[in-house]
């Protein structure tokens, strides 16, 4: 079954800290992939998406990712993580077979917790 | 400013009872979408609609109704079906065509008293 894996569910890096969240997806073939960002109580924010190109996306904040089709995987760096950056990151893909539909399946979540 | 607005921020529901959760946007898109969040199970699908008078059951769908009568407005009705409806509710949008962006409201939190 398609799924969308962050094998992270809590990290906690120190403020100006490099931070690395995980995510593996199956899907089949390459697949647009999207990062989300959720403080608490509150809506998702997108913070950076893959659709084709260049493997390493920039997106707001500070943050980049890299799309490995090798790992399947589309890890969230940081290379210096602000107290404002604790949230929950949520990585997600695509529904397969609904490619008109605009449906997403979403990983777990990452809770970041930022020390001083 | 365009974006998504959901109303109320909470909603307490009395056992028996239907609640309507508000979703509306003003970004023209065409595809809108309902998520329930529980902690450490993300975002499931309820309900999605891609266009006026039409919508789908998403993953987890009974003891939910929606309508779609405009495109702006995607109301969500949570009825005495649901056991379980203490969440994090989540409306979204987007323009329906395979990798575009959801954009997400603010989410109403339901709690049962």
């Known amino acids: 079954a398609q799924s969308v894996t962050q094998p992270d569910i809590h990290i906690t890096v120190s403020e100006g800290a490099s931070l690395e969240l995980r995510c593996n997806y199956s899907?089949?073939?390459?697949?647009?992939l999207f990062w989300y960002v959720q403080s608490p109580g509150q809506g998702l924010q997108l913070l950076l998406k893959y659709f084709s190109g260049d493997t390493l996306v920039q997106g707001i904040k500070g943050f980049e990712a890299e799309f490995k089709r090798s790992q399947s995987s589309f890890n969230l760096r940081k290379p210096s993580v602000h107290w404002s950056d604790a949230a929950e990151y949520f990585c997600?893909?695509?529904?397969?077979?609904?490619?008109?539909?605009?449906?997403?399946?979403f990983g777990q979540g990452t809770t970041l917790q930022v020390k001083p | 400013d365009g974006g998504i607005t959901q109303s109320p921020k909470y909603l307490f529901r009395k056992e028996g009872q239907n609640v309507t959760l508000s979703c509306e946007q003003n970004?023209?898109?065409?595809?809108m979408y309902w998520y329930r969040q529980d902690p450490g199970q993300g975002l499931r699908l309820i309900y999605y609609s891609q266009i006026v008078n039409d919508f789908q059951k998403g993953d987890i769908a009974e003891g939910y109704s929606v309508s779609r009568e405009k495109k702006e407005s995607f109301p969500l009705t949570v009825t005495s079906a649901q056991k379980n409806p203490t969440a994090f509710y989540l409306c979204a949008s987007s323009y329906g065509q395979g990798g575009e962006t959801q954009y997400f409201g603010p989410g109403t939190r339901l709690l049962v008293l």
């Open positions: 899907y089949g073939a390459t697949p647009y």
């Open positions: 970004l023209n898109h065409d595809a």
């Open positions: 997600a893909v695509p529904k397969k077979g609904s490619s008109n539909t605009g449906k997403l399946i």
